[in-house]
């Protein structure tokens, strides 16, 4: 299957502080990607929704000037956690799609982040 | 809305056994995928098997099939000569399949089931 890579893989920063994740689709065009958040022993829960292009769609209660979606490529979508507090440390994922009425949706590996 | 539940948030099996992981959903539409995924201690997801709600036979992959009861909206994997690198969290997800509302292409997944394979 195709690969999607994210990084960092593991990040710890002070709380207040911005922090970006980066989302790559190595071997295809993502014309759509998702960004998901997950605690552990739980669910993946979306957040956002982001085509190529446009602005990202937000799950309901998700912040959006808090966590930053662009996908300025068919490549590459960052997620950026801005002024982070110890209740954003997660586990975030990210996740690539081509279009279509049905095509696989492809998983990043996930980024822990963790704000003391 | 579309949900999903799983019913059983722990499970075990030894080695060589079968195992049945339960799904249920609720959706007023008809044209659908369901999605069984796993996700070993590594947090790769990694999709298992795959069903489109029109076809009535259930699909298979080695060692893993469903069973698909689409008028109970039931979706269970039955894991066969269950192996030690089965275990993981296993999630049932739901996508819709034709365009419409907010709701296209995004998966609605369940609460999870940690399975665990025994020696």
């Known amino acids: 299957g195709a690969v999607v890579s994210q990084h960092p893989s593991w990040v710890i920063c002070k709380s207040g502080t911005s922090v970006k994740i980066e989302c790559r689709s190595l071997d295809f065009q993502a014309t759509t990607m998702f960004w998901y958040r997950q605690f552990p022993k739980q669910s993946l829960m979306l957040m956002a929704t982001?085509?190529?292009?446009?602005?990202?769609?937000?799950e309901q209660g998700v912040e959006k000037d808090k966590f930053l979606i662009n996908h300025a490529s068919l490549t590459l979508s960052t997620l950026t956690v801005t002024s982070a507090h110890p209740e954003d440390s997660s586990f975030y994922i990210c996740?690539?799609?081509?279009?279509?009425?049905?095509?696989?949706?492809?998983f990043g590996p996930g980024t822990r982040l963790t704000v003391l | 809305a579309q949900t999903v539940t799983q019913s059983q948030p722990e499970m075990s099996v030894q080695e060589a056994e079968t195992v049945t992981l339960s799904c249920t959903y609720d959706?007023?539409?008809?044209?659908?995928?369901l999605f069984w995924y796993k996700q070993p201690p590594s947090r790769q997801m990694i999709l298992v098997i795959r069903q489109e709600a029109y076809k009535q036979q259930n699909a298979t992959e080695n060692r893993f099939s469903v069973n698909f009861q689409k008028a109970a909206k039931s979706f269970s994997l039955k894991i066969s000569d269950s192996q030690l690198g089965d275990t993981a969290m296993y999630f049932c997800?739901?996508?819709?399949?034709?365009?419409?509302?907010?709701?296209?292409?995004?998966?609605?997944f369940g609460q999870g089931t940690i399975l665990t394979v025994h020696p």
């Open positions: 959706t007023s539409e008809s044209n659908y995928y």
């Open positions: 997800a739901f996508r819709l399949l034709n365009a419409g509302g907010t709701s296209y292409g995004k998966l609605t």
């Open positions: 996740s690539a799609r081509l279009g279509g009425s049905y095509n696989e949706q492809f």
């Open positions: 982001s085509n190529e292009g446009s602005k990202a769609t937000y």
